[in-house]
T-cell receptor, first 109, second 115 residues
Framework: GQNIDQPTEMTATEGAIVQINCTYQTSGFNGLFWYQQHAGEAPTFLSYNVLDGLEEKGRFSSFLSRSKGYSYLLLKELQMKDSASYLCAVMDSNYQLIWGAGTKLIIKP | DGGITQSPKYLFRKEGQNVTLSCEQNLNHDAMYWYRQDPGQGLRLIYYSQIVNDFQKGDIAEGYSVSREKKESFPLTVTSAQKNPTAFYLC??????????????FGPGTRLTVT
C-alpha cells in the first residue's frame, strides 16, 4: 500500500528553526509537495521537489532523498504566523497526490 | 483576481438528504479535484476530472457524484448513500494532470455537517 508518515505535532519557539520530516512509500514517484494549512482554511502550496537535494525559498527550505523515501521542510526564523499544519504529499505513478495526515506546528513566544 | 470559490462555507443537512457543494475556478485550469479531510487523516481523493465531460473516481467515490459540464465548474453531490458524510470538503484545480510541478490550488472549503 501507499503510505506517507509525518509527526502529528511539533512545538517550537519564535525565532528558532524547526525541521518537519516526511517519509513515504508510494507506487511510483513524480514529485513531493509541501503545503501549509491554517486551521479551517485551504492548504496553500509551499514547495515542490522532484530531484534530490535542497530547494530554498526565503525562510522555508525543502529537502528530498528519493533513495531513502525521505523529505524534510525546514522553517527558519519562526514567526507566530507559522503556527499551522504542514502537509506532505507525493505524486504517484498515476499523477495523483497521496497525502500525509499533516504535522501541526505550535509556535510559542 | 483568479482563484477557486466554494460555497457555502458551512452546510447543515439532515440524514437522508442529498446535498450539492459548488466549486468554481477562473484559473483556466483543465484539471479539478474533490477531496475530503477528516481530523487526523490526510486528504482523500473523491473524484477528479482532467477535462470537460470526463471524470474519474478517486479512492473514496462511493456515495458521491460529480459532473463537469463546464471547464470552470465541478460540483459535488453528497448522496444519502454516503455513510459518514460529515467532513471538510476541499475543491482544487491544477493547470493539468501529469508530469511536472503542477501544484494544486485549493478553494476555501465547505464544512458539511449531517445530523
Amino acid at each position: 500500500g501507499q503510505n506517507i508518515d509525518q509527526p502529528t505535532e511539533m512545538t517550537a519557539t519564535e525565532g528558532a528553526i524547526v525541521q518537519i520530516n516526511c517519509t513515504y512509500q508510494t507506487s511510483g514517484f513524480n514529485g513531493l509537495f509541501w503545503y501549509q494549512q491554517h486551521a479551517g482554511e485551504a492548504p496553500t502550496f509551499l514547495s515542490y521537489n522532484v530531484l534530490d537535494g535542497l530547494e530554498e525559498k526565503g525562510r522555508f527550505s525543502s529537502f528530498l532523498s528519493r533513495s531513502k523515501g525521505y523529505s524534510y521542510l525546514l522553517l527558519k526564523e519562526l514567526q507566530m504566523k507559522d503556527s499551522a499544519s504542514y502537509l506532505c504529499a507525493v505524486m504517484d505513478s498515476n499523477y495523483q497526490l497521496i497525502w500525509g495526515a499533516g504535522t501541526k506546528l505550535i509556535i510559542k513566544p | 483576481d483568479g482563484g477557486i470559490t466554494q460555497s457555502p462555507k458551512y452546510l447543515f443537512r439532515k440524514e437522508g438528504q442529498n446535498v450539492t457543494l459548488s466549486c468554481e475556478q477562473n484559473l483556466n485550469h483543465d484539471a479539478m479535484y474533490w477531496y475530503r479531510q477528516d481530523p487526523g487523516q490526510g486528504l482523500r481523493l473523491i473524484y477528479y476530472s482532467q477535462i470537460v465531460n470526463d471524470f474519474q473516481k478517486g479512492d473514496i467515490a462511493e456515495g458521491y457524484s460529480v459532473s463537469r459540464e463546464k471547464k470552470e465548474s465541478f460540483p459535488l453531490t453528497v448522496t444519502s448513500a454516503q455513510k459518514n458524510p460529515t467532513a471538510f470538503y476541499l475543491c482544487a484545480s491544477s493547470a493539468t494532470m501529469g508530469w511536472g510541478s503542477y501544484e494544486q490550488y485549493f478553494g476555501p472549503g465547505t464544512r458539511l455537517t449531517v445530523t
